[in-house]
């Protein structure tokens, strides 16, 4: 989702209209200081013009006198919020507290405007730090049995006259360590998309052609869980990366074939609805618990119902990153039974 551009009209800002204000009180001051110099030059009647001359002077010094004071207040006003907004700062540099936020008592001026913006950089900020933190917490969790486990199994087969008794223990061994890195080059995929690093390049494709090439590569898999695969797709071109719209739909329909059980039915529908092209991948599977919905494309989750399954949790990671790289939205909602995944390219 794009953000809202939250620049303000050069009109509406407070500096605009005090500089509009100080432009209006030294014009009376100028015109009354003028308009007076000119009658007591130009005087042939002294009492008579002296008085208007008084008046005029006394308009021009309180114009003055206005600008003066309201200057010290805007000064003062000024400080008081570029020292709010220092503190705040340093208060979060030295105690490194990301839920500190800028205090803004007021909406009409443009340093609490950008009070207001800092305060939505610094929850953004935080929120990032805080997914590091979790990421970080659950690569040290989902690891660290994978790799006592091949440790148990090599110290184990260190023992025995030969390294490495079995066919099966070999296999047992490799699969662990395929299973690491996997896990590692998703990490690497995701940061490498997230941040933007990637160099991507967009051209036309045919979208039906990549929905078939991702059904043809998976229908063994398919077939050997007993399960249906209905497809329908029409001739559709998008403007994308291919690859990375391939590896979208690879995933999501692995994971409806590994979720969903034997002689389950998968469908692959490819739509286009008012210039919104569609991808719908629905499963009769058992689908996903409410309060876990919101959560899947979290880096690392899985359900609690779901842990007895291969997976590091790093999938609906990758594929939302790489809808968010193609603006792109994703959806997930119940089939009833099963799950119904809905991408609007």
Known sequence: MINENKSRDYKKSSSFKVATLFA????????????????????????????????????????????????????????????????????????????????????????????????????????????????????????????????????????????????????ELVKDVDNLLKTFNSLLSLSSLESGRQGLKFESFDLDKVVQDAVDLYQPLAEEKNQKMIVNTKAMQYVGNRDLIFQVITNLIDNAIKFTQTQGTISINLEENKNVQKIVIEDNGPGIPKDSINKVFDRFFRDQTQQHIEGSGLGLSLVNAVLHLHKASIRLEENSPGLKVIIEL
């Open 24 to 171: 209006f009180l030294l014009a009376i001051a100028i015109t009354t200081l003028s308009i007076s110099i000119y009658l007591f030059v130009q005087q042939s009647d002294y009492q008579s013009v002296s008085h208007l001359v008084i008046i005029l002077s006394a308009v021009s010094i309180l114009s003055l006198i206005a600008m003066g004071v309201i200057g010290y207040l805007i000064s003062v006003f000024v400080v008081t919020r570029i020292n709010r907004i220092a503190d705040t700062a340093q208060e979060i540099i030295s105690t490194g507290d990301l839920t500190k936020r800028i205090e803004i008592d007021s909406r009409w001026d443009d340093l609490s405007f950008l009070g207001d913006v800092l305060n939505e950089m610094l929850q953004k900020i935080e929120i990032l730090m805080e997914g590091v933190q979790h990421i970080t917490d659950t690569v040290a969790h989902d690891l660290r049995t994978p790799l006592a486990r091949l440790r148990n199994k090599l110290e184990h087969a260190s023992l025995q006259a030969d390294l490495i008794q079995s066919d099966e223990e070999k296999t």
